[in-house]
């Protein structure tokens, strides 16, 4: 089993709308989450961190639930540059600090 | 702030060869470098962590004799793929962290393809 799972998409979305998936992670002792934004061919950029009692940045809004091991993101109102792919990154902080990429989801926001 | 460049950001080479990769942190000091690679429509995987001075410390299943590490500044960490084959043609990618801070920042990569 990968440490963090990921549905990869794509995720087609009509611009406007609300798209949301989740993550999995299989590490119960994992200290910190996040989530990043790749566009095709570039490094990843951090897009949020995810804390336990929920966040929300502009659209996006990140859940974390540690007994059931997931982290969702959620978009609202999507634009045509909300398209890439979202990593969901895991840190175990006992491990020195190495981030765990799952392997992403592909979103398409289409006019 | 926050900045960390790569170079080159693309290489062609053939089979057998060696290639450098400079990982630079440009306005800050990094105690810790990571290198990533990432293989198409894959994610990134670990391939080591260096630490200014130290010896990298490479991931399971990543040949250190074939991946040298060297991180001989606080702002340069330097990855060389020693005889590169096709397989080894993939993206690299390295970040640079401060300190014990999580955050790390990620350079724009390399990607590099061996004929």
């Known amino acids: 089993r990968k440490e963090v799972e990921q549905d990869p998409g794509p995720f087609n979305v009509p611009e406007g709308a609300t798209v949301a998936f989740n993550c999995t992670y299989s590490?119960?002792?994992?200290?910190?989450f996040f989530w990043y934004r790749q566009d095709c061919r570039k490094e990843p950029k951090l897009l949020m961190s995810?804390?336990?009692s929920g966040n929300e940045d502009g659209r996006f809004t990140a859940q974390l639930n540690r007994a059931s091991q997931y982290i969702s993101l959620l978009i609202r109102d999507s634009k045509l540059s909300d398209s890439a792919t979202y990593l969901c990154?895991?840190?175990?902080?006992?491990?020195?600090?190495?981030?765990?990429f799952g392997g992403g989801t592909r979103v398409l926001v289409k006019p | 702030g926050a900045v960390v460049s790569q170079h080159p950001s693309w290489v062609i080479c053939k089979s057998g060869t060696s290639v450098k990769i400079e990982c630079r942190s440009l306005d800050f000091q990094a105690t810790t470098m990571f290198w990533y690679r990432q293989f198409p429509k894959q994610s990134l995987m670990l391939m080591a962590t260096?630490?200014?001075?130290?010896?990298?410390?490479?991931e399971q299943g990543v040949e250190k004799d074939k991946f040298l590490i060297n991180h001989a500044s606080l702002t340069l960490s330097t990855l060389t793929v020693t005889s590169a084959h096709p397989e080894d043609s993939s993206f690299y990618i390295c970040s640079a962290s401060i300190g014990n801070q999580e955050t790390q920042y990620f350079g724009p990569g390399t990607r590099l393809l061996v004929l």
């Open positions: 995810v804390y336990s």
């Open positions: 990154v895991v840190n175990g902080k006992a491990a020195g600090n190495k981030l765990t």
């Open positions: 590490n119960s002792a994992s200290q910190s």
């Open positions: 260096s630490n200014e001075g130290s010896k990298a410390t490479y």
